[in-house]
């Protein structure tokens, strides 16, 4: 992970693992499951069978992972960019940040006025190719100029240390049914159940 196209490669071969997985007809996801998954038949909370529920449920976000880790890999990098842009002169930082901005907000216009007002079952199709894009934009914005950056939240810091942990077991610690329903540990109790599986969930990802 310390060198420079050794990461890269690392990203690239995951990259590719990925779009083998969810984005072809290859089988690979069935064939890496079926000890663990029935394709059929139906079942409570998996009507197509726990194979397709899995697969449908990890596909809905399965580029997201991956894009937050090659901005983990460039932070350095991105950091480095806009401290140079900070340091020329005013009206170049501005044309440069705002140039950026521009293409983002672009985007996030794009995203807010096509995907974001399909149907539940068209925005489930194409979310994990665009889902990015608010956070993108978020991430930009959230850190463009260096009084931004001088404040954070604490809360915010300390989920931002296990992110990627909540993300890859959310499935596992919090739901139940084969994703469909809410894990039940105090029955009867909603809000309570709520707030020891929270607690849990998050203690199993630090």
Do not use: C
Request: aromatic residues 16%; glycine residues 8%.
């Amino acid at each position: 992970n310390y060198s420079k196209y050794g990461l890269r490669f690392k990203l690239m071969t995951v990259g590719f693992i990925i779009y083998t997985v969810w984005d072809t007809n290859f089988g690979v996801f069935q064939l890496l499951h079926f000890p663990f998954l029935a394709r059929g038949p139906s079942i409570e909370g998996a009507p197509l069978g726990p194979m397709w529920e899995w697969y449908f449920r990890s596909g809905l976000h399965h580029w997201m992972t991956f894009i937050g880790m090659i901005f983990g890999a460039n932070h350095a990098i991105m950091s480095l960019f806009l401290r140079t842009l900070e340091k020329l002169s005013l009206h170049v930082e501005i044309l440069a940040k705002a140039t950026i901005g521009g293409a983002l907000v672009v985007a996030l216009y794009i995203w807010s006025t096509g995907p974001l007002q399909y149907d539940r079952f068209e925005f489930n199709d194409i979310n994990g190719y665009f889902g990015f894009i608010p956070v993108l934009a978020y991430i930009y914005f959230r850190n463009v100029v260096p009084v931004l950056r001088e404040y954070s939240v604490g809360a915010f810091s300390k989920i931002g240390q296990m992110a990627l942990e909540m993300y890859l077991i959310h499935h596992h610690a919090l739901l139940s049914s084969n994703g469909r329903t809410l894990l039940i540990l105090i029955p009867g109790y909603p809000k309570l159940n709520l707030m020891l599986v929270v607690i849990l969930y998050l203690l199993i990802s630090h």
